[in-house]
């Protein structure tokens, strides 16, 4: 049976691999198939809540994933509304995941397919996520709890709410919706740069429906996967992000898009410091928020109002990072994005203290 999961899991990585280049080669940014910081960025500009016109796009891809882990959740019958677990704290843990994610310029997600692609800056990257999740265990080991999400009883309906949002942002997007065509919005779209790059709409929704409803299924989680491997030695969600690698290593060869080295990558700067520092921080909440990016997105998708308050989190701090002049670029990082990272790691290690179980 073990093994059988273990297949599973391989072949969950791989599909997710091969989309991730799929969308490179339909429109999506190098390097960036699939990325949910990114993505989340872009939506946050699409909506208005950061003005940075070079990432402002509604991704289909995060709609995609968000309607196809719901759609898998439903279907296996482990949709179920729950929430209540230390909102405010869950918000401000997903501010902080966004901003280390933007000043190392990518998810956990993007992590590996950075690496797959060539991009050494994404090693350093993965070695901080690492040991930032290592610095999360250190906390779950002394008793750290925000507390269990206790479920709704009276209604399923506030477990819909998140989905609803999305189906109404996707017809949002398919309309082209604008009150002002001059002024933009209530949607803007990006002409140049990251936000301008994108595959056609139905191909990245197809792709996101597909990676939601694999990743709901098989409970995909980058943090999730080292912290219990560190924990009690299980390997099998390793496995599934293995498979991400090998696939977009070996098709990136084959298309001829592999470069090794630190320099000269797409929307990647090579501050190892922060890079190493930005993924420690993303790693740290991750383990204390019970999830990476990723896995928030699914969990809301299940239902669970406490991971949707992180996903909003996530969107907050993708707009305090750009309004705020947080987000790293090709050039490097920012003083107040170091700033942020720094000031994050003390504030959720504090919080990760703060939040133990003591005995009476």
């Known amino acids: 049976m073990k093994n059988k999961e273990n297949w599973f899991l391989a072949f969950v990585g791989l599909t997710i691999g091969v989309l991730a280049v799929y969308l490179v080669t339909k429109g999506n940014p190098a390097n960036m198939g699939f990325c949910i910081a990114c993505f989340l960025r872009d939506m946050a500009g699409g909506l208005g809540f950061h003005r940075a016109d070079v990432v402002q796009y509604v991704r289909p891809e995060i709609l995609g994933l968000s309607i196809g882990a719901f759609g898998a959740a439903f279907l296996g019958k482990e949709f179920k509304a729950r929430g209540g677990s230390s909102v405010m704290v869950r918000f401000l843990m997903g501010v902080f995941m966004m901003i280390g994610a933007l000043v190392f310029l990518g998810c956990p997600l993007r992590d590996m397919i950075r690496i797959g692609g060539g991009d050494l800056n994404a090693v350093v990257g993965l070695a901080g996520f690492i040991v930032g999740i290592l610095w999360g265990i250190f906390f779950l080991k002394r008793g750290f709890d925000l507390g269990a999400a206790r479920p709704e009883t009276n209604s399923q309906a506030g477990g819909y709410v998140y989905i609803v949002v999305i189906l109404g942002l996707l017809g949002l997007l398919v309309a082209g919706f604008s009150i002002n065509p001059k002024a933009g919005g209530p949607l803007f779209f990006s002409t140049s740069g990251p936000g301008s790059m994108h595959a056609p709409i139905l191909i990245a929704l197809g792709a996101g429906l597909v990676v939601g409803f694999l990743a709901q299924k098989a409970r995909l989680c980058l943090s999730g996967g080292f912290r219990d491997f560190f924990l009690v030695g299980a390997k099998g969600m390793l496995l599934a992000y293995g498979g991400i690698l090998v696939a977009v290593f070996v098709l990136n060869l084959a298309l001829g898009k592999f470069n090794l080295g630190f320099a000269d990558q797409p929307i990647a700067h090579t501050n190892h410091i922060f890079n190493f520092l930005g993924l420690f921080l993303v790693g740290q ?60 790691i003390v504030i959720l290690s504090l919080l990760g203290w703060l939040y133990r179980e003591v005995e009476a």
């Open 285 to 344: 909440a991750a383990v204390l928020l019970g999830g990476c990016p990723l896995r928030q997105l699914v969990l809301s998708s299940e239902g669970d109002m406490d991971a949707a308050v992180a996903v909003l989190g996530m969107v907050a701090g993708a707009a305090i990072s750009h309004n705020f002049l947080m987000a790293s670029s090709g050039a490097g990082t920012t003083t107040y994005g170091e700033i942020g990272v720094l000031a994050g």
